[in-house]
């Protein structure tokens, strides 16, 4: 059974950083490529960020490059999403999710809660 | 950037009936439009992808078709369990991976 655990949401004030990780099993891991998405409050979808299997290749919105950084530790089965210099703008729920192919999110975790005064 | 564009914003209907929901992209996407439903409090799941190839375990009643710029989403007979919010999605000019801004089919 796949299951996406995504973890480490917080209140944090403008110009902070935080970490959130995502805890991943029931598949392999290594040869899945991972992404983030976000969900203002009330709000519809947004794609943040989308890691290669490898960890090699890694992709982001515009709005967030240069602020977040994607990455993940394939011996711990675990997906990371490091954000600083946060804005209120990022405030929402995180979202973890598996990519079937290229771009098909194909599971999805419980998601996160980032919320910047 | 592709933009997709949902509509109705909004779709009230009854059990056993019919819901169709549109998505338009700002430009073609051939056939890579994917199609997710999200209810309160929950995470999206996936259901459609390639605009018609169905995701593991959804019911036959959920069907997806078109081309291009043009897709529709087809629930063929709601059931209460499919009152929820529909968002498309695009995977074939990136980044950025687009949504669509989602409908949401209410209980009439």
């Known amino acids: 059974e796949v299951q996406l655990l995504a973890s480490g949401g917080a209140l944090v004030q403008a110009g902070g950083s935080l970490r959130l990780s995502c805890a991943a099993s029931?598949?392999?891991?290594?040869?899945?490529?991972m992404t983030w998405v976000r969900q203002a409050p009330g709000k519809g979808l947004e794609w943040v960020s989308l890691?290669?299997?490898?960890?090699?290749?890694?992709y982001y919105t515009d709005s967030v490059k240069g602020r977040f950084t994607i990455s993940r530790d394939n011996s711990k089965n675990t997906l990371y999403l490091q954000m600083n210099s946060l804005r209120a703008e990022d405030t929402a729920i995180y979202y973890c999710?598996?990519?079937?192919?290229?771009?098909?999110?194909?599971?999805w975790g419980q998601g996160t809660l980032v919320s910047v005064s | 950037e592709i933009v997709l564009t949902q509509s109705p914003a909004t779709l009230s209907l009854s059990p056993g009936e019919r819901a169709t929901l549109s998505c338009r992209a700002s430009?073609?996407?051939?056939?890579?439009l994917a199609w997710y439903q999200q209810k309160p409090g929950q995470a999206p799941r996936l259901l459609i992808y390639?605009?018609?190839y169905r995701a593991t375990g959804i019911p036959a009643r959920f069907s997806g078709s078109g081309s291009g710029t043009d897709f529709t989403l087809t629930i063929s007979s709601l059931e209460p369990e499919d009152f929820a919010v529909y968002y498309c999605?695009?995977?074939?000019?990136?980044?950025?991976?687009?949504f669509g801004g989602g409908t949401k089919v209410e209980i009439k």
């Open positions: 999710a598996k990519d079937g192919n290229l771009g098909i999110f194909d599971f």
């Open positions: 029931g598949f392999t891991f290594t040869r899945t490529a």
């Open positions: 890691v290669s299997g490898s960890g090699d290749n890694t």
């Open positions: 430009q073609s996407v051939s056939i890579y």
């Open positions: 390639d605009a018609s």
């Open positions: 999605q695009q995977r074939s000019n990136w980044p950025p991976l687009t």
